[in-house]
């Protein structure tokens, strides 16, 4: 009989692509301005920042951190 394996929606990571090229980017570090924004927003913006080691492009995404039930 198979075993059902269970995978939390948090664990699987989606690919983030290259605009530039189409290469998987990888998420850096965060920088002063992005930690900065979650401070000003006190905690309802976060920013990812992402890098193609292919053509060395720089991506920052900006999401809403919490759900809530009131629209921010």
Excluded at 16 to 32: A, F, H, T, V, Y
Excluded at 65 to 71: G, I, T
Aim: net charge positive; proline share 3%.
């Amino acid at each position: 009989m198979p075993m059902a394996v269970l995978i939390s929606h948090r664990s699987v990571k989606r690919a983030i692509l290259c605009p530039k090229c189409g290469n998987e980017m990888d998420e850096i570090q965060l920088s002063r301005q992005d930690l900065a924004l979650k401070k000003a927003t006190f905690g309802f913006l976060k920013a990812e920042r992402f890098l193609c080691y292919g053509c060395l492009w720089e991506e920052r995404r900006i999401r809403k951190a919490v759900k809530s039930q009131y629209h921010v």
